[in-house]
């Protein structure tokens, strides 16, 4: 009897720890698994014997699925809100951005992503959990800007708040004389699915060259110059170029949403009202020419020093952007906008000037 007793104790101890392993290595999460040709299988994982796992399923029961065939399987954190009538509907690290603008949901660190547009490409990176930053430029790699942005989180998981900032160049162009900012603060009510945000933020312009320039002289008195037959004529005077200076500035007010419409497709929608004005200082000078009343040769010249005058105008610019974004798969989407623009600029020639254009937008975004 002792015998049957010590024999079952060896066998308890040394079964015990393989008992344990396999409960311990139970997986209670919940996956969405996508095959190599789009099958989706959303469920809990009750083994992997390294050449398949075996997925028990809310709609189907239990499938046995080939890791060979598998494409992607990623984890559910949040099955509450993400499976909807059965369906996967992931956040995503693109929730964060409509066409232009971005609202106050965080990129979480590790959830780095790239936006290619028809203007150009741009990438952000996740420094932390609240705290991002990107660099944005044309195909011709100028202008060039750099994008910052904070996020601030509060006990209500619908409400949030963030600030974000643009500083950009115009790089080789112009020789960097192009340069601006954007700043700004925005308030977000809803998830990361179904938003709406609300910004206001200030920005400027500094480009001499949009203005254009003109040419110069050295002010002075300067004699008439005999060419040896008798004519007098204007003598050579040190000339230089003036940039016209201006800079814009404009307040800019904006309102942006998304709305998931379907498993892989959402809503998206942004407007920006631009209410621009610009000082343009304009330079000037008087060159006048004296004659002889005896000869009416030319006696000298004139040349007055430079004045300066500040005018200011209004351009006001409004930006209405809806549309729509497929996103395929956690790490890919696709874009299109059917935007319009309406400008209307106030001052000198360009008096109660209106103009409105379409601006059709299509963008690829790539998680890495």
Sequence with gaps: MKAYKVLFFLLFFFSAPIIWSQTGDIDTNTYVVIKSNNQEFIGKILSDDGREILLMTA??????????????????SDAKNQIINGEYRGSGVFTTRHQF?????????????????????????????????????????????????????????KVNFGV????????????????????????????????????A???????????????????????????GNGFYSRPYIDSYEVKNEGMIKAPILGIAGLATVGKKASFIMDAMFILGSYN???????????????????????VSNLTSTSNSYKANLMIFMPGMRFQTTENRAFQVSLSGVFLNIKGSNLSNNRVSFPLPMCSWYFKF
């Design 59 to 76: 709609s189907i029961g239990k499938v046995y699925i080939n890791k060979s065939d598998i494409k992607s399987m990623v984890l559910i």
């Design 201 to 227: 933020g200030y920005s400027y312009i500094k480009a001499p060259s949009l203005f254009g320039s003109s040419t110069f002289y050295t002010p002075g008195t300067y004699a008439a110059v005999d060419d």
């Design 164 to 199: 974000g900032t643009i500083m950009a160049s115009s790089g080789y162009i112009a020789q960097g004389r192009i340069w601006g900012g954007l700043h700004w603060g925005m308030l977000t009510i809803g998830d990361r699915k179904n938003n709406i945000t609300f910004s």
């Design 280 to 302: 343009q200082v304009n330079n000037d000078q008087t060159v006048n020419d004296y004659f002889n009343p005896i000869t009416n040769q030319l006696a000298y010249t004139t």
């Design 101 to 157: 603008s971005t609202n106050a949901f965080s990129i979480l660190k590790g959830e780095n992503y790239a936006k290619i547009n028809l203007g150009g490409p741009e990438v952000h990176f996740a420094l932390s959990n609240n705290f991002s930053i990107g660099v944005m430029s044309s195909w011709i790699a100028s202008p060039v800007g750099l994008a910052l942005k904070y996020t601030f989180p509060t006990r209500n998981e």
